[in-house]
């Protein structure tokens, strides 16, 4: 299979796959079946072309000529391949725990969710492989609203004013921040195709260059910097799966992954360094990762304890990129794997909780843990991996940003880093002492999420859609479905295989900030 197809193929077979997803409403089994065969072509075709990036070959697909020098096309590099190897593989783990959590939870409309996951991922594909800005920001905008129908899936007056706040920031930001900034540097440099070294080295003025890079970073609503958060806490009230997938990983990686393509092509580390217009974005990010993690410190909802927490780890990237070197850089990179595989599992686990005890406040977990031990002892390990613990993946990013920092002289952020590890511990690890070293309270049950929702006859009736799966009963444990359990525990054992593989991931996105085209 040449490059160009598997590239094609990478990003539209998802949007192929869609009729067949409707086709199969009634028929459940099948359609997961079609969802599970298409997420595993996509991962196949993107593995086909890694070997071909890492040697330096930078193939590109052309889909369509606006005019003359402005294109919509797909170039391959190291960074964008990173984040669909991660997406695409994710894809089909997230795949496999919505059998589990959709069934379990009894969730209605099932189809139309798979249908917008399908739509989100190819999109979220198509940022991934775009060769110039303004690629980039249609498979941004798209994505956005793909995602949309996921956020309000539940349909609830609650689901309906998240995806108000969702849809309003994003679009909002997106519109009259990062197009503008995306029609200035047109302007300005006469192209937005990505370029090693930036478009807008020698073009730009310090102090325009400060509010250019100001209005990429904030217009990139996905990488929830402070100000512009909001819409991350708001979507939590979508299903878990959604929760897990976009916004541990294609949504929000999305905007991180944006922010560093900009400052690698767009403005040039070395240019941004030598202008020093990013120093004070470099004091947001720090001030978003401590104060988020305050805010998850108070939230008894584990799910919007989790959120918080994204935002702060999300503004890592971003500091690691307004640090302008090669080393933040690279743990910026570095940093998009880890947490997306740590943060997944704890997600993964928070949905388990619900679907098997119908628990969602930390407050009501006490002595859970002893009932379902594997999810729990998962969630510890990912905390660990969050925290920045070896043997984890997320020690290295955690360690190649501190390295950027000691670089910079910036002993600020140095112990921003290291108060931010505290508060991840504080946030993080009582919830695992909770479910296992304290007796469970008699307290009654409280109905979550949708189940208000739940047609009386249990569900089998709606079409296929909300077909019934049993929860995994086994010597005395009551952990969530069997499909979900194995999700869980793949995505904890990646977090231990990435401290080990860190390597690999490093040497592949180095050349982005060494010259390598």
């Not at 479910?435 to 249990?458: C, L, M, Q, V």
């Not at 444990?477 to 904890?492: D, G, M, Q, R, Y």
Request: proline content about 4%.
């Amino acid at each position: 299979m040449s490059s160009l197809t598997s590239i094609a193929l990478a990003v539209f077979a998802p949007l192929l796959a869609v009729p067949f997803i409707g086709f199969c409403k009634t028929r459940p089994n099948f359609r997961e079946a079609v969802i599970l065969l298409t997420g595993l072509v996509v991962f196949i075709c993107i593995i086909n072309l890694i070997d071909e990036v890492a040697g330096g070959a930078r193939p590109s697909l052309e889909l369509w000529e606006i005019f003359p020098g402005l294109s919509l096309v797909f170039t391959l590099e190291p960074l964008g391949m990173l984040f669909a190897g991660l997406a695409s593989f994710l894809w089909i783990v997230t795949t496999v725990y919505s059998i589990g959590y959709m069934r379990g939870h009894k969730e209605r409309n099932q189809t139309r969710f798979y249908i917008y996951f399908a739509i989100a991922i190819s999109s979220a594909l198509g940022v991934a492989f775009a060769g110039n800005m303004l690629t980039l920001f249609v498979f941004y905008e798209i994505l956005t609203i793909s995602t949309f129908p996921l956020v309000t899936h539940s349909g609830s007056d609650e689901a309906k004013r998240a995806g108000r706040i969702y849809l309003g920031i994003l679009i909002g930001t997106s519109i009259f921040l990062q197009l503008t900034a995306i029609i200035w540097t047109w302007a300005l440099a006469g192209t937005l195709d990505f370029t090693v070294g930036g478009i807008l080295t020698n073009k730009v003025s310090s102090g325009l260059s400060g509010l250019l890079i100001a209005m990429y970073v904030f217009g990139v609503g996905k990488a929830a910097l402070m100000p512009f958060h909001k819409w991350l806490p708001a979507a939590m009230v979508a299903p878990t799966p959604v929760s897990a997938l976009l916004h541990a990983v294609a949504v929000v990686k999305a905007g991180v992954f944006t922010v560093l393509k900009v400052t690698i092509y767009i403005f040039g580390i070395e240019n941004l360094a030598s202008l020093g217009s990013s120093v004070w974005l470099q004091y947001i990010a720090a001030a978003t990762i401590l104060i988020a993690s305050l805010v998850a410190l108070n939230k008894d909802n584990l799910k919007a304890r989790l959120a918080y927490s994204t935002v702060s780890q999300l503004s890592y990237i971003v500091l690691g990129a307004m640090m302008a070197n090669s080393i933040g850089l690279l743990g910026g990179a570095i940093h998009i794997v880890m947490h997306a595989f740590g943060k997944i599992t704890l997600f993964f686990c928070a949905g388990a909780i619900m679907v098997a005890s119908h628990k969602s406040e930390i407050s009501q977990m006490y002595g859970l843990g002893r009932k379902m031990p594997i999810t729990f002892i998962c969630f510890f390990i990912a905390s660990l991996s969050i925290i920045g613990l070896p043997p984890l993946g997320g020690m290295w990013s955690k360690w190649y940003l501190t390295l950027a920092a000691a670089e910079n002289n910036a002993h600020t952020f140095i112990a921003v880093l290291m108060i931010s590890s505290l508060l991840n511990v504080a946030y993080l690890l009582p919830i695992v002492a909770r479910g296992f070293f304290f007796e469970a309270k008699d307290e009654p049950e409280r109905d979550i999420d949708n189940h208000k929702n739940i047609d009386n006859a249990g569900g089998v009736g709606i079409k296929g859609d909300a077909v019934c799966s049993k929860q995994w009963n086994f010597y005395g444990l009551n952990e969530a479905p069997l499909p979900s359990v194995f999700a869980i525990v793949l995505t904890t054992i990646s977090c231990v295989v990435l401290f080990f593989c860190a390597d690999v991931i490093y040497h592949f996105v180095t050349p982005l900030t060494t010259g390598g085209v």
